[in-house]
């Protein structure tokens, strides 16, 4: 049996907001994941009531699949 859980995150950035807009759909692949990991974007709509869905794949094939469903 899959278990779902609910976490809430907001975060305060000291930046412009076209800058962290920039880095969140044009670089997530890019810094998501710590190295070696990588990370591929499956899904990606951030309006509310969108979702996203990310691939990480780590050393020895160890994979993870993040998903996010947008509320805000």
Not at 9 to 33: N, Y
């Amino acid at each position: 049996m899959t278990q779902t859980y609910a976490l809430w995150i907001e975060r305060v950035l000291d930046a412009p907001v076209a800058a962290v807009w920039q880095a969140w759909t044009e670089h997530l692949e890019e810094w998501w994941a710590p190295k070696p990991w990588t990370t591929r974007i499956i899904e990606q709509d951030l309006r509310a009531g969108g979702k996203s869905i990310l691939d990480m794949r780590g050393l020895m094939a160890r994979a993870a699949r993040w998903r996010a469903s947008f509320w805000k």
